[in-house]
C-alpha cells in the first residue's frame, strides 16, 4: 500500500474539512459525530440559527447513510456497506458530502424523487413536505421519504448529487449539501 | 390512569404524561433512528386517555431538535389528541420555539396546518 498520510491531510486542509469518516455506520458513530460537531460549533460561536440548521441537516443526511445500510440486499458485495461523509466549513457556507453504494434499480427511484423534490419552489416544497407527513405511510422507522424534503427546506439550496454506475448492479451515490451561512 | 414518565437521553425527549391533570410535555431532542418504539408508550397512554376524557388538556411542546423520523411520530400523538379533543378534551397544544429558530417555528406552523387544534406559538427567549 503506498499512501502518503500528509497529502491526504495538506488535501483535507485545503478543502476544510473539518471532520471525515469511512466506514460502517452505526447509531453509537452518529452519537458520537452529532456531539463533536456540536462541541466544534460551539468552539466556533456560531449564531444558534446556523448551528440549528447544521445540526438538523447532518441528523437527517447521517441517519440517511444509517437506514439504507438496513436495505442492504443479502448477497450483496462485501465493502458495499460501508459510507463515507465529510463536513466542511468555509467563511460562506458549511458543507456535508456524503457517499454510499445503492442498486442500479433504487438508484433510479432515488433520482426521480430528487429530481421532483429540486423542481419545486419553497412554498411547493412546504406543500409537499405537509402532504408526505400526512399521508399515513410511514417506514418501519418512521420516516417515509421526509429526510431529503427536509434537507432541501431547510438548506434553503437545491440538492446537489451524483449517480456514478460502478457495474451491471451498483452506483456509487453521493449527495453534497451546502449551508449558506 | 398512571402517569407516564420517560427520562430524557441525547437522542430522546423526557415525555410527561399526568392524565389525572390532563397535562402532557415532550420536552428535549427526538432524534432516534427509530422513533415507532419510543413514541408507542405515549400513543398508547392517549388512547386509554381517550376513554375517560378530563375537561381540559394541556400539552407543551418543547423540543430543541427532532428528525424527520419522529416527526410522523409526533403528528400520531397530535391525531390522538385531535381524537380527545373532539370527545370535549379541551386540548391545547403550546409549542415552544427559540426567537431565532424560523425552522422550529415553521415546524409547529406545519402541525397547525393539518391538526384541528388551537395552536399557541411560544417564544422562548435566549438567555
Known amino acids: 500500500m503506498d499512501i502518503n498520510i500528509y497529502d491526504f491531510y495538506n488535501k483535507m486542509e485545503q478543502d476544510n474539512i473539518m471532520l471525515s469518516f469511512k466506514g460502517n455506520v452505526t447509531s453509537e458513530l452518529l452519537t458520537s459525530v452529532l456531539q463533536i460537531m456540536e462541541s466544534k460549533m460551539d468552539k466556533l460561536n456560531e449564531?444558534?440559527?446556523?448551528?440549528?440548521?447544521?445540526?438538523?441537516i447532518l441528523v437527517e443526511a447521517l441517519q440517511n447513510l444509517y437506514h439504507h445500510l438496513d436495505k442492504q440486499?443479502?448477497?450483496?458485495?462485501?465493502?458495499?456497506?460501508?459510507?463515507?461523509?465529510?463536513?466542511?466549513?468555509?467563511?460562506?457556507?458549511?458543507?456535508?458530502?456524503?457517499?454510499?453504494?445503492?442498486?442500479?434499480?433504487?438508484?433510479?427511484?432515488?433520482?426521480?424523487?430528487?429530481?421532483?423534490?429540486?423542481?419545486?419552489?419553497?412554498?411547493?416544497?412546504?406543500?409537499?413536505?405537509?402532504?408526505?407527513?400526512?399521508?399515513?405511510?410511514?417506514?418501519?422507522?418512521?420516516?417515509?421519504?421526509?429526510?431529503?424534503?427536509d434537507i432541501a427546506r431547510k438548506s434553503g439550496q437545491r440538492l446537489d448529487f451524483d449517480f456514478q454506475k460502478v457495474d451491471e448492479e451498483y452506483s456509487f451515490y453521493s449527495l453534497n449539501i451546502n449551508i449558506p451561512q | 390512569m398512571e402517569n407516564l414518565v420517560i427520562e430524557g437521553s441525547p437522542k430522546t425527549p423526557t415525555i410527561k404524561f399526568n392524565p389525572e391533570e390532563g397535562k402532557l410535555l415532550i420536552q428535549g431532542r427526538s432524534i432516534p433512528e427509530n422513533s415507532i418504539d419510543f413514541y408507542k408508550p405515549l400513543v398508547d397512554a392517549l388512547e386509554e386517555y381517550a376513554g375517560g376524557v378530563k375537561e381540559a388538556t394541556k400539552v407543551d411542546i418543547v423540543l430543541e431538535y427532532f428528525n424527520t423520523s419522529s416527526s410522523k411520530c409526533i403528528l400520531?400523538?397530535?391525531?390522538?389528541?385531535?381524537?380527545?379533543?373532539?370527545?370535549?378534551?379541551?386540548?391545547?397544544?403550546?409549542?415552544?420555539?427559540e426567537e431565532d429558530d424560523e425552522d422550529m417555528l415553521e415546524a409547529g406552523e406545519d402541525y397547525q396546518a393539518i391538526i384541528n387544534i388551537p395552536f399557541k406559538m411560544v417564544e422562548i427567549e435566549e438567555d
Do not use: C, Q
Open chain 1, 47 to 56: 449564531p444558534n440559527r446556523i448551528k440549528k440548521k447544521v445540526y438538523n
Open chain 1, 73 to 149: 440486499p443479502e448477497g450483496a458485495p462485501k465493502g458495499h456497506n460501508t459510507v463515507i461523509f465529510m463536513i466542511g466549513k468555509t467563511e460562506e457556507a458549511y458543507s456535508i458530502f456524503t457517499g454510499n453504494y445503492i442498486s442500479n434499480d433504487n438508484a433510479e427511484k432515488l433520482k426521480s424523487r430528487l429530481e421532483k423534490i429540486n423542481s419545486l419552489d419553497a412554498d411547493e416544497l412546504k406543500a409537499y413536505y405537509k402532504e408526505v407527513l400526512n399521508n399515513g405511510m410511514m417506514s418501519d422507522k418512521g420516516g417515509g421519504g421526509l429526510g431529503m424534503i
Open chain 2, 76 to 97: 400520531d400523538v397530535f391525531k390522538k389528541l385531535e381524537r380527545i379533543n373532539e370527545a370535549g378534551g379541551g386540548v391545547t397544544i403550546n409549542w415552544h420555539y
